[in-house]
């Protein structure tokens, strides 16, 4: 569900049915994944141009924080037995971005579209994706990290977001 959308400002409020992945997708901005409940798989595609490889896995369990760049490509998954629970701050206007998504079954990009998606969940294939910490995890609240988040990194999203929340 769509809570806020502005040019600085992205807000989603989602929860992932369990057994169920997404396709491959990137944000072309600053990402903030705030998990509650449950967990989330994420899988991160190293990206050649346009084309996808193999990706590393990472798990994810609430409560956490995950922070992905704006170059980031990832495919999220609920690999938990229950539903999960996020909500989902995107640094820009994430629902006027012309971004790209992966279908299953093609490394090639193409033009983002929800429907397509949303039609793109699949049930999560064992043991997929390497073990890997490409994306950053920040547990129990904004000022705990983990020694993969970058300190300058974090910092300059910590204070664009401060700097955007104030203004709301
Ligand atoms: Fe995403």
Redesign the pocket.
Known sequence: MLLHASPDLTIYHITLSPGLQYPP?N?LMD?LIGIYKGSETNFIYPVDGSEIDAPERHDVAAPAVVHMNPDTV?A?ANTGSARSGALHVYLGNLTETHRHMWSPDSTHAEPFDNERYLAGARPIRPGSGKGGRKVSVLRGGVNEHSASLRPDNGRRVLSRFKNIAARL
Request: glycine share 0%; hydrophobic share 40%; proline share 0%.
């Open positions: 997708h944000h990402a990832h999220v």
